[in-house]
């Protein structure tokens, strides 16, 4: 099992949950199995209401944090588990499969980072825009035919298998394979918010520059997002690219590029 | 993950399922993870009927099987494992906590037996007359400050485990300490309904002898049944026993024992 110390370092978070019966079920699921810190993300309200104030709701739901969005909800965390099936979607970082997530959360509670496990509403799951903020996908092994859970009982079975076996794996063994591309190293990686900072300044390097035509905007944003995740950047990288970013952009305001687009 | 014929041979059985929405959410974690054969145990038919009618049900409520006893609804089983949390009872069958299960049920697969896993009733669980009737006790390891699992999401944890470990664990190590006292012999074990005809019979011999008192007979039923589960007979020993107790049973009736007591 877990330390209470492990679990204090691990986040649940909530994408628009709908139903108020399954909050309290992920609320229950949490209580089971010793995990005590819930975010809600742009909750609907009436129902997130009606779920803290059910009979017999967890303390934890009185203690939950609303956040408006997913960045916010996540910015200290330095690795964001997105969570579901694969049936409809292509995740565009590494997936791992449940059975075998425990030595990545054990990897990263030794090297004292701090981990969201994110869960989207009942009806589609997490979209394409909400897993950009994600460095692994997480993919519960369910059947074909049957692939889509319901939310407290996805939940149940990811926060068992964490209880249940994180702290089992708590040693690695060193070596190629163990660990998904670019998460291996040691130093603790830099929190999902600090490279929201380096992203955003990279888009204005980006506009500044003239790199693309301002529909692409949107797609260079998420790749970029995407791009600093996989990276696993540590804080020394974070702080020395914004320095760089910081240097250009200057540059670039004093003495203008003039848009031959125009 | 199991194969399906590794599937068809485990049984889900509900004992006294009261709400419609637990059934439903069974039935769900069922299909989700690729098990088909569901058995309800004395089931409240209003309830069982809302659940089977449900939209969206999974096909396997329509072909579950209705029983009016546990007795009934294992009696093909040659190992059945009663579930739960351990706050309020201290079973009198060997414990298993629940990640170390799959080796246990591969054995069992592995040499042609047929499983039944057990869910008590929402509010208390399994009884300990239930129990009576099962092997070994699977421990869901909660926290002790909220051990009461969900029914749906205790039966999707349960499953999840089996589902994505039972078959890895498929060729255990021999040797001690890999299970429980008395389940590492070869043969296929009796079913349950064999043992229950076994106990029975051992109890009329009781009573022909003058054993006990008429007010222990109820106890000694229990103790027999667990015993002849603990031993793990396989069939070719429980038709022995069954020959030798009808050899005596014959010769008390054709020489009745006086009572002494009366």
Redesign the interface.
């Known amino acids: ?1 877990l330390t209470a110390s492990q679990r204090d370092h691990i986040d649940i978070v909530l994408v628009s949950p709908r139903n108020p ?1 399954n909050i309290g ?1 992920v609320a ?2 949490m ?4 995990f005590e810190h819930l975010s809600v993300v742009a909750a609907y309200q009436p129902h997130w209401r009606e779920a803290r104030s059910a009979v017999g709701a ?1 303390d934890l739901l009185q203690s939950a944090r609303e956040a408006a969005t997913l960045a916010e909800a996540v910015a200290d965390s330095t690795l964001v588990i997105g969570t579901g099936t694969l049936t409809h979607r292509k995740p565009e970082q590494p997936v791992v499969s ?2 075998a997530l425990a030595p990545l959360l054990a990897q990263e509670l030794a090297r004292g980072g701090r981990i969201a496990l994110i869960f989207g509403p009942e009806k589609h799951g997490l979209t394409r825009e909400d897993l950009s903020w994600c460095h692994t996908f997480v993919q ?4 074909p ?6 939310l ?3 939940a ?2 990811c926060l ?2 964490i ?3 994180a702290l089992n794996a708590a040693q690695p063994a060193p070596g190629p394979n163990r660990n998904p591309p670019g998460l291996d190293d040691n130093a603790p990686a830099a929190p999902s918010g600090d490279l929201d900072i380096l992203a955003g300044l990279i888009c204005d390097v980006m506009a500044a520059a003239n790199y693309s035509p301002r529909t692409m905007q949107t797609a260079n944003r998420h790749a970029i997002r995407l791009m600093l995740r996989r990276l696993r950047l540590n804080s020394a990288d974070q702080r020395r690219l914004l320095g760089l970013f910081r240097r250009i952009l200057w540059s670039f305001r004093r003495s203008p590029i003039r848009d031959i687009t125009k």
């Open positions: 099992m019966l079920a229950r699921a209580a089971n199995f010793g967890p449940l059975p519960i092994p369910t059947d035919r049957q692939p889509s859970m319901n407290g009982q996805a149940a079975v068992y298998e209880a249940a076996r």
